[in-house]
């Protein structure tokens, strides 16, 4: 191998530069010699570019021996090269160097002493940079070091199979969870530690992998513990290959998910009670709204046709108590079907209303009461604003808290309402606020929205406009608060879904 001087390096015999030359590049090897005699150092145009030093550097062995990186590096190559002075000793061995650019390489570096009469003349040698394949063997070193910390102290359940499926290792926590010591795991086979019912899972996918069509994949099914108990597991497998794609083995990872299982067999079973108590509650509202509202319907009418037969019994003193009660099983089998009706309400109708429109719309509806009772009302909504509803819900919700925002006034204090509307995100928050009579939460809060509940004496109180609301915002998905001081008035937060 020849320098870029005109002096031969590594053979007497081979002069063909250009030759030589063309081979380091190939290889990526540069060469080198010391002529101990002269103390003149030469190195090839490759270990030229390895330091990453000009072609007209000139090398000696004192900036040599610097460019190894301070430390066990440089220390190492001192020591073998002297070795090779004064002993006639080859070395091969890596090392880190420090280029003329400040880049730091992995290079192999061999010596070999050249002896006449017993004493060294010279030492040639070689570089190879190996630094691509030096960090590569690292990444890897790191990699399977990582794997093997998961593998051993993974609280999971980690094993190595074979292609026909026999344990190769397996991990402590494999160990708990199917109860088998690890000699009895690696003198056997996954099938024996399949449930039976189970065995054909994932064979396809298996076939699938062997066949290099996929990689991994994810299953769900039962093995067998020691004590013959079944447990529910998470298997994750995955398909190993040697560099030529062949596959080597299988990397297995089961999580043990039978509380899981309990637990999702246990809400399974309270949905399946629910929706039949649920269905049964439907049937219920039917026969409310059609069995009941017939019946009733069939009073009224006979007590029509009794009053327009028989006029003098209308004189009779049972006869107008007979006639409202009537009235009042009509009107309750009426609340009792428009409740029904809320539950059962498709999301999927829900429609983008403009809650200033609406809001104008109702007071208007309740225009004569406000001017009755003298009632000031500020609207603070935007006219962009715009909320998840059914325009019927929509008008019954606002109209039901502004009536009841007028109904429950103080006494000889003029009713002063507002409705402001704030939107954030995915929802709009409406809040209505008034200076009415207010509300003993602490006493009346727990049963504020229920059905026939009255908190205050008005002729008109029924107790249903507050359970109706509720029904109808919760129907569409929306929730509402309340916040009330007695003597100072009421304030309800509306939350409905926006766009």
Same mark, same amino acid.
């Given at each position: 191998?020849?320098?870029?001087?005109?002096?031969?390096?590594?053979?007497?015999?081979?002069?063909?530069? /250009?030759?030589?030359?063309?081979?380091?590049?190939?290889?990526?090897?540069?060469?080198?010699?010391?002529?101990?005699?002269?103390?003149?150092?030469?190195?090839?145009?490759?270990?030229?570019?390895?330091?990453?030093?000009?072609? =007209?550097?000139?090398?000696?062995?004192?900036?040599?021996?610097?460019?190894?990186?301070?430390?066990?590096?440089?220390?190492?190559?001192?020591?073998?090269?002297?070795?090779?002075?004064?002993?006639?000793?080859?070395? +091969?061995?890596?090392?880190?160097? *420090? &280029?003329?650019?400040?880049?730091?390489?992995?290079?192999?570096?061999?010596?070999?002493?050249? %002896?006449?009469?017993?004493?060294?003349?010279?030492?040639?040698?070689?570089?190879?940079?190996?630094?691509?394949?030096?960090?590569? $063997?690292?990444? &890897?070193?790191?990699?399977?070091?990582?794997?093997?910390?998961?593998?051993?102290?993974?609280? #999971?359940?980690?094993?190595?199979?074979?292609?026909?499926? !026999?344990?190769?290792?397996?991990?402590?926590?494999?160990?708990?969870?199917?109860?088998?010591?690890?000699?009895?795991?690696?003198?056997?086979?996954?099938?024996?530690?399949?449930?039976?019912?189970?065995?054909?899972?994932?064979?396809?996918?298996?076939?699938?992998?062997?066949?290099?069509?996929? /990689? @991994?994949?994810?299953?769900?099914?039962?093995?067998?513990?020691? @004590?013959?108990?079944?447990?529910? %597991?998470?298997?994750?497998?995955?398909?190993?290959? /040697?560099?030529?794609?062949?596959?080597?083995?299988?990397?297995?990872?089961?999580?043990?998910?039978?509380?899981?299982?309990?637990?999702?067999?246990?809400? #399974?079973?309270?949905?399946?009670?629910?929706?039949?108590?649920?269905?049964?509650?439907? !049937?219920?509202?039917?026969?409310?709204?059609?069995?009941?509202?017939?019946?009733?319907?069939?009073?009224?009418?006979?007590?029509?046709?009794?009053?327009?037969?028989?006029?003098?019994?209308?004189? /009779?003193?049972?006869?107008?108590?007979?006639?409202?009660?009537?009235? $009042?099983?009509?009107?309750?089998?009426?609340?009792?079907?428009?409740?029904?009706?809320?539950?059962?309400? =498709?999301?999927?109708?829900?429609?983008?209303?403009?809650?200033?429109?609406?809001?104008? @719309?109702?007071?208007?509806?309740?225009?004569?009461?406000?001017?009755?009772?003298?009632?000031?009302?500020?609207?603070?909504? +935007?006219?962009?604003?715009?909320?998840?509803?059914?325009?019927?819900?929509?008008?019954?919700?606002?109209?039901?808290?502004?009536?009841?925002?007028?109904?429950?006034?103080?006494?000889?204090?003029?009713?002063?309402?507002?409705?402001?509307?704030?939107?954030?995100?995915?929802?709009?928050?409406?809040?209505?606020?008034?200076?009415?009579?207010?509300?003993?939460? $602490?006493?009346?809060? +727990?049963?504020?929205?229920?059905?026939?509940?009255?908190?205050?004496?008005?002729?008109?109180?029924?107790?249903?406009?507050?359970?109706?609301?509720?029904?109808?915002?919760?129907?569409?998905?929306?929730?509402?608060? *309340?916040?009330?001081?007695?003597?100072?008035?009421?304030?309800?937060?509306?939350?409905? !879904?926006? =766009?």
């Amino acid at each position: 191998m020849l320098s870029d001087s005109n002096h031969p390096i590594l053979s007497d015999e081979i002069h063909d530069k /250009d030759f030589l030359s063309t081979i380091e590049n190939s290889l990526a090897i540069g060469s080198w010699e010391l002529d101990v005699i002269t103390n003149t150092l030469k190195w090839s145009s490759f270990t030229k570019k390895i330091h990453e030093v000009t072609k =007209d550097y000139i090398p000696d062995v004192e900036h040599a021996i610097n460019f190894y990186k301070e430390g066990i590096h440089r220390e190492k190559i001192t020591k073998l090269f002297n070795d090779a002075l004064e002993n006639e000793k080859k070395f +091969d061995d890596e090392f880190i160097i *420090v &280029t003329a650019k400040g880049n730091e390489k992995w290079i192999r570096t061999i010596g070999h002493p050249r %002896c006449v009469n017993g004493k060294c003349t010279a030492v040639r040698g070689v570089f190879l940079d190996i630094t691509a394949k030096t960090i590569e $063997n690292k990444k &890897t070193i790191l990699k399977e070091k990582q794997f093997r910390s998961l593998f051993n102290y993974s609280l #999971t359940g980690m094993a190595l199979l074979s292609l026909e499926g !026999n344990w190769l290792k397996v991990n402590h926590g494999i160990c708990k969870i199917l109860g088998y010591t690890e000699k009895e795991f690696l003198e056997s086979n996954f099938i024996k530690q399949t449930h039976l019912e189970d065995k054909d899972l994932g064979i396809e996918e298996l076939n699938l992998m062997l066949s290099g069509t996929l /990689d @991994n994949h994810q299953i769900e099914k039962r093995y067998i513990h020691k @004590n013959g108990s079944s447990i529910h %597991c998470v298997l994750s497998l995955t398909i190993v290959r /040697d560099t030529n794609g062949d596959p080597k083995h299988f990397i297995a990872n089961i999580n043990d998910v039978s509380e899981i299982k309990k637990g999702q067999n246990k809400i #399974t079973d309270l949905l399946k009670v629910t929706s039949k108590q649920n269905d049964r509650l439907i !049937n219920f509202a039917h026969i409310v709204s059609h069995n009941l509202r017939s019946h009733g319907g069939n009073l009224e009418m006979l007590l029509k046709l009794k009053k327009e037969e028989y006029p003098e019994s209308i004189a /009779d003193e049972y006869f107008p108590l007979i006639e409202k009660a009537v009235g $009042n099983l009509n009107e309750t089998i009426q609340n009792l079907n428009d409740v029904a009706l809320y539950h059962s309400l =498709d999301n999927n109708k829900l429609e983008s209303l403009n809650l200033l429109h609406y809001t104008t @719309n109702a007071l208007s509806n309740i225009k004569g009461i406000t001017l009755a009772n003298n009632a000031e009302i500020k609207i603070i909504i +935007d006219q962009e604003t715009t909320v998840k509803a059914i325009p019927a819900y929509l008008d019954s919700i606002i109209i039901n808290f502004l009536t009841n925002a007028v109904k429950y006034k103080r006494l000889d204090v003029d009713p002063k309402i507002t409705l402001e509307a704030v939107k954030k995100q995915k929802h709009v928050t409406l809040t209505i606020r008034d200076n009415g009579q207010g509300i003993d939460l $602490n006493k009346h809060g +727990d049963k504020l929205f229920g059905m026939y509940n009255v908190f205050h004496k008005h002729k008109d109180s029924r107790g249903l406009g507050l359970f109706i609301a509720k029904n109808q915002i919760e129907a569409i998905g929306g929730k509402v608060n *309340v916040e009330s001081i007695v003597g100072e008035g009421t304030k309800f937060i509306i939350q409905f !879904n926006h =766009d």
